[in-house]
């Protein structure tokens, strides 16, 4: 019989099928101690760095725990940025999938009124950063009254971002009665005085710093002068001939520099910065994760949280000025257990920025002299052979869950004053049909979504041709995406 590690924790049936599905085998050090304190209700303070699964550590528990027939949101998820509010969601509706969890993700630079519609439906998780989720609260655009669980994620970086009080002022309008997990990579006094004020008796986890992903990550710098550097970044890449790169520049006008000169070489490149449209930055980490382009130059806004496969270099073009950010930027590299390579340019006036890091790492990052150039030209037509290769994209995460659910798409919506509870009734109507092979359903204004599970998706399509939802003839085919 096939065993996995998640069995331990006695998850409902739909959330192991869904961990086994996504091929999560072993539980990571973070979720084997986390998560039996959350089905537990216990409140926790968790040191962990970003890359040891700490998402899952606590979207399982929330997943298990959460009561699904119930309108308002159960759970409030808090995230510093907007891509990792997105991430997070996408990891939650994975997990909770098959079980029906439905999650939302509120963030600023998108439209509110689409928000507001989503949080109108049955809604059990809210992702949000904190302005937005705010200015949601703020609005009467959100129900928070049985919120039962709240997850401060990445609390340091909140702090760093200036958002604490804003996080505050969210959590004294929260019921009191709740369970608050804080997840954090360091807990300064900021953060410490936050948990005593505003959680019950807690735990505190201290999950190995030593996180899976640095030990997958070989470090090192070379000293570069800024003139020389990019011709460097050329033969390091010509060298390493990466999958992935992420190249980490420290402004926005450095990051769109060395977009335009590396598009000039013909490297399949793209860029992303705090400067872009928040659509743009969305599809571009989208497209990166899918493997269409293999390199991407990257301002900090990228070195948060941001879980892409693959990545085997990460470049900082110019060394990180807060130490911090060193950490989270090779973080980037080495996620679940694969290798990668971490390279720092250093410019000859830079020792103290790099003295720094040393301190606060706690050991000392090897200086390289020369990039091995023997065999550089051959190198460098290797190089561009790759980058002219169509490229393979990448297997999404869920791809196996997502083999398991099919979304149909419905001709009928709000405007038809279609609600959840016709589309359940009509399809569970369906002889062959059951209330369990019904997933998500998401009522848009003119047209539906309906996930059906247990490959009975023909079924309902066939079905559909001869019955109404709510008197109303309707089509129903396969969703596109
Ligand atoms: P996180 O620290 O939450 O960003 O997770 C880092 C990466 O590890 C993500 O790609 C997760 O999908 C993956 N992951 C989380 N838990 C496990 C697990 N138990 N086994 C394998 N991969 C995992």
Do not use: W
């Amino acid at each position: 019989m096939k065993t996995n590690n998640f069995e331990q924790f006695n998850l409902k049936k739909e959330i192991l099928s869904s961990i086994e599905k996504l091929g999560y085998k072993t539980p990571t050090e973070v979720q084997e101690k986390v998560i039996p304190l959350v089905l537990k209700n216990k409140d926790v303070i968790v040191k962990s760095k970003t890359g040891s699964g700490k998402t899952a550590a606590f979207a399982i528990p929330l997943c298990e725990k959460i009561e699904l027939l119930s309108n308002n949101p159960k759970a409030l998820i808090l995230t510093p940025t907007r891509e990792l509010c997105v991430q997070v969601k996408e990891d939650i509706t994975n997990i909770g999938r098959l079980n029906r969890i439905r999650c939302a993700a509120i963030f600023g630079k998108q439209p509110f009124k689409a928000q507001v519609d989503e949080l109108k439906q049955r809604v059990h998780i809210v992702v949000g950063t904190p302005g937005r989720t705010l200015d949601h609260i703020n609005r009467g655009t959100i129900n928070l009254e049985e919120i039962k669980y709240l997850v401060i994620d990445e609390a340091d970086e909140m702090l760093n971002m200036g958002f604490i009080e804003e996080v505050e002022e969210i959590i004294n309008k929260l019921p009191k009665d709740r369970t608050t997990m804080l997840f954090s990579a360091t807990i300064p006094e900021e953060i410490e005085y936050l948990c005593n004020k505003h959680m019950n008796a807690y735990e505190k986890v201290d999950v190995n710093t030593e996180a899976v992903t640095n030990e997958n990550i070989s470090d090192a710098c070379y000293i570069v002068e800024e003139k020389n550097k990019y011709t460097f970044l050329r033969d390091l890449t010509y060298v390493s001939n990466p999958e992935s790169c992420i190249i980490f520049c420290n402004t926005r006008e450095k990051v769109e520099l060395v977009t335009s000169r590396l598009r000039a070489n013909k490297y399949s490149v793209n860029c992303l910065h705090g400067g872009m449209q928040q659509n743009d930055r969305l599809n571009v980490i989208k497209s990166f994760k899918r493997g269409e382009f293999s390199f991407l130059v990257a301002t900090d806004v990228l070195a948060r949280g941001i879980d892409v496969e693959k990545v085997s270099l990460i470049v900082s073009y110019n060394i990180p000025l807060e130490k911090e950010s060193y950490v989270h930027r090779i973080g980037r590299a080495g996620r679940s257990g694969e290798k990668g390579k971490a390279i720092t340019l250093v410019t000859p006036y830079e020792d103290k920025f790099l003295k720094e890091i040393e301190q606060y790492i706690g050991r000392k990052i090897e200086i390289l002299q020369e990039l091995d150039k023997t065999n550089i030209e051959k190198a460098k037509e290797a190089f561009h052979k790759k980058q002219l290769e169509v490229p393979k994209i990448k297997k999404d995460k869920a791809f196996e869950l997502n083999k398991e659910v099919c979304k149909l798409y419905i001709s009928a919506g709000k405007k038809k004053k279609i609600r959840a509870i016709d589309i359940v009734g009509t399809i569970s109507s369906i002889e062959g049909i059951n209330g369990e092979d019904i997933g998500i359903i998401d009522i848009q204004d003119n047209f539906s979504y309906v996930d059906i599970l247990n490959k009975k998706e023909k079924l309902v399509v066939e079905a559909l041709k001869n019955k109404t939802i709510k008197g109303k003839k309707v089509r129903c085919e396969k969703a596109e995406k």
